[in-house]
T-cell receptor, first 116, second 116 residues
Framework: QQQVKQSPQSLIVQKGGISIINCAYE??????FPWYQQFPGKGPALLIA?????SEKKEGRFTISFNKSAKQFSLHIMDSQPGDSATYFC???????????????FGSGTQLTVLP | DGGITQSPKYLFRKEGQNVTLSCEQN?????MYWYRQDPGQGLRLIYY???????QKGDIAEGYSVSREKKESFPLTVTSAQKNPTAFYLC???????????????FGDGTRLSIL
């Protein structure tokens, strides 16, 4: 119920291409879905986030697509650049009504490599 | 600049030894979290705290202990009971006020713990 499944584990994309990372969840108590970007030796940094009442959110080259009925959400990176090479984590947070401290449940991560 | 400071960056533990990882934040955040990161497994929650002098176990609390004597500080002790402590440890914080857009978790740059 608490798991967030992320795929693929690794992804190699040519410069200028589109990178797509997918996540799926089971727990309908999740009400907030952020994506984090992590560079080697650094902590994750929030990239973009979405709530389930919205089907898409775009910030620059980064877009989250959300399918509530399928319990799936994905990150699209348009015009991928070598500087985007990093590990990406999806996450989900339980709502207030679930009685939790609203902590995050993370996917297992996707290592993205963008070739020059 | 506001942020989260974790120290040390690298730490080595001998068998049977307890070690303490430091986490300090100057973001005036109410909540603080400790995660463990292993390759291919994403981030797993160890402990979290929403208020001074109170903390809750996360998904993998066994072999770890924490304290929250000050709002700014949330140290993690890896005890000798933790049989596989080699990992990258991440501290995070978040506010508990306002809407979801003001509640992202901010991460420190981690401490890498290894066994001698």
């Amino acid at each position: 119920q608490q798991q967030v499944k992320q795929s693929p584990q690794s992804l190699i994309v040519q410069k200028g291409g589109i990178s797509i990372i997918n996540c799926a969840y089971e727990n309908t108590a999740f009400d907030y879905f952020p994506w984090y970007q992590q560079f080697p030796g650094k902590g994750p940094a929030l990239l973009i986030a979405i709530r389930p009442d919205v089907s898409e959110k775009k910030e620059g080259r980064f877009t989250i697509s959300f399918n509530k009925s399928a319990k799936q959400f994905s990150l699209h990176i348009m015009d991928s650049q070598p500087g985007d090479s990093a590990t990406y984590f999806c996450a989900a947070r339980r709502g207030i009504s679930s009685g939790s401290a609203r902590q995050l449940t993370f996917g297992s991560g996707t290592q993205l490599t963008v070739l020059p | 600049d506001g942020g989260i400071t974790q120290s040390p960056k690298y730490l080595f533990r001998k068998e049977g030894q307890n070690v303490t990882l430091s986490c300090e934040q100057n973001l005036n955040h109410d909540a603080m979290y400790w995660y463990r990161q292993d390759p291919g497994q994403g981030l797993r929650l160890i402990y979290y705290s929403q208020i001074v002098n109170d903390f809750q176990k996360g998904d993998i609390a066994e072999g770890y202990s924490v304290s929250r004597e000050k709002k700014e500080s949330f140290p993690l002790t890896v005890t000798s009971a933790q049989k596989n402590p080699t990992a990258f440890y991440l501290c995070a914080s978040s506010t508990l006020r306002g809407g979801d857009s003001t509640q992202p978790q901010h991460f420190g740059d981690g401490t890498r713990l290894s066994i001698l």
